[in-house]
């Protein structure tokens, strides 16, 4: 992704005296059109949507840059803002790339539950459905039920979006199978970090149709900017699909190279400060 562009910094409170000049300095020059509006407060840098609204969700949910011990303010604007376009470059990617099978309906269904924390991270309530109006709180469990309502074959993986524009992998992890047979259901679970702060955050569960006996598609590799980076010398046949399906050119070469249609379910996640 292309780097984003960011508006002249904003000094949150006129009368605060805290010296911002480092963190000014790491900042990359101000764009015509900006994607982002870092608020300069509470002694770091905050970072807006193009809006320009300081914390829309509450105390704190605007993503602020924490300095980690022996790193620069450069270094921690570099990290952040490379992990950001990652994420909302990728977010669009996906959004443009989606498409529904030729029935008008998603292949996949989704149902959540909700774990409420009972204390400290691990110890959770009786399962409740989700209401997105009520909102998550820090060491929250959420059960997402996914369900191959299709007639074919496809690959599912989970991505999680958080407030400070990363993208995080879920499921599948490690070696398991991620395919689900028309009529299988798979259980997928996540936990809301300890310390997490208010914001929006975004579930993104994504569905490849695929040959039973063929590769499998596992998309949670999409996460990690360096390993999207490394698509362009790879041969395998996840890569080749993808960069078909990212490609604009592909559907006009042919009908044979054009690629399987991806369905993308986008649940909003609103994390609150404690319990609701």
């Known amino acids: 992704p292309a780097p984003l562009t960011l508006a002249t910094p904003v000094l949150a409170d006129p009368d605060d005296a805290q010296d911002y000049r480092p963190w000014t300095a790491a900042l990359p020059p101000p764009g015509a059109t900006p994607d982002l509006v870092p608020i300069l407060t509470e002694g ?23 300095l980690q011990p022996d790193e620069s ?4 604007v570099d990290q952040f803002l490379t992990l950001a376009a990652h994420g909302l470059h990728l977010r669009e990617v996906l959004s443009g790339a989606t498409g529904r099978s030729l029935t008008g309906t998603a292949p996949i269904t989704m149902t959540l539950d909700r774990r409420a924390s009972a204390g400290a991270c ?5 399962p409740a459905p989700f ?11 959420l059960w997402l039920t996914l369900t191959n309502t299709g007639g074919k074959t496809q690959d599912v993986s989970v991505l999680y979006f958080s407030a400070a524009y990363e993208v995080q992998p879920i499921w599948p992890a490690g ?7 028309p009529g299988e259901s798979a259980r997928v679970g996540l936990q809301i ?17 695929v040959d039973p006996d063929g590769p499998r598609v596992d998309l949670t590799r999409l996460a990690a900017p360096e390993m999207t980076r490394a698509y362009a010398g790879a041969s395998d046949e996840m890569t080749l699909w993808l ?5 604009p050119e592909a559907a006009s070469r042919g009908f044979t190279l054009k690629p399987a249609p ?10 609150t400060s404690g319990s609701e």
């Open 262 to 271: 991806l369905s993308m379910i986008r649940q909003l996640v609103r994390l």
């Open 193 to 209: 970090e300890a310390g997490s702060t208010a914001g929006l955050e975004e579930i993104w569960v994504l569905a490849v149709p």
């Open 122 to 126: 691990g110890e959770v309530g009786e």
């Open 175 to 181: 070696n398991m199978s991620n395919r689900l047979a």
């Open 44 to 66: 770091t840098v905050a970072f807006a949507g193009a809006d320009g609204v300081l914390d829309p969700e509450g105390p704190g949910s605007s993503p602020r840059i924490t």
């Open 73 to 76: 303010p450069a270094e921690a």
């Open 243 to 247: 960069e078909d399906r990212m490609d």
């Open 131 to 141: 209401d997105p109006d009520h909102g998550v709180a820090p060491c929250d469990q």
